[in-house]
């Protein structure tokens, strides 16, 4: 089974939720269904499957789809970041995900949508485009299970049709790659306009806070694009949302891809 099953997450989290992530390696779709699970201190089951071969495996299992992440909580299989915030709110009220006040709470939607939607589309089109131009760095968004523990002559030899699938499934190349690095400064200071209306980075981190600032802290993962978010208010809250993920993309840019503004 092309699965890798890592330990479940340690005591102190709440045992009577059973989940089971299904993700792969470096997709910040995987990190946003982790950092809501801990948030929700629910006690799950990380299973790291491999790029492109995940698809048949998440529709064989019966999600009713073909993407990650694939979570089955309490039996339940939810599909997708936004569903699973939704099933985990259920689940487990408390911590909120989502502000109770119904107002708020349809802004707080509305930006993550657009996280989904729009967001999403940077790391997607950047990420592995970017990795295909420095291939040891792609098996630096390995971090856990038997995978980062391949000998190096093996990961190199994988590297090259691993990331390359990556990028044909997500429809990206110089094109989409560059269109995006282009739109980036425009994405970030709407961010910052919904930092400074309060609908993002508040007391309490949201399922909105969650799916942007984790799209952000993957990008954050490039040497060329991390000086130009980090030291933000998005960059800041790409950090409190996703403190830790693992890639590093050293400078493989060129200056004419660079974001300007
Ligand atoms: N909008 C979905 C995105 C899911 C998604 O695109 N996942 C990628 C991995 S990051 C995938 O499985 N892609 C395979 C495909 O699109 O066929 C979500 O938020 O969960």
Redesign the pocket.
Known sequence: MLAILAAPRAAGYRRSVKATLFT?AG?P?GAIAERMLEHKRVEYRRVELLQTL??PIVRLLGFGG????ALTLDRRKVL???AIARALEEARPDPPLFPRDEARRAEVEDVERWG?EVL?TFPRRIVLWAALRDLRAAASFVERGPFARLPDWLVSALARPLVSAGVR?NRTGDGPARAALAELPEALDHVEELIRRGVLGGDQLTAADYQVGCQLRVLMCLDDLRPLIEARPAGRLAVRACPHHPGHVGHVLRPDELPSG
């Open positions: 792969i997709t779709n995940h698809k073909n993407t990650v992440p997708g970041t936004r989904e999403q499934v």
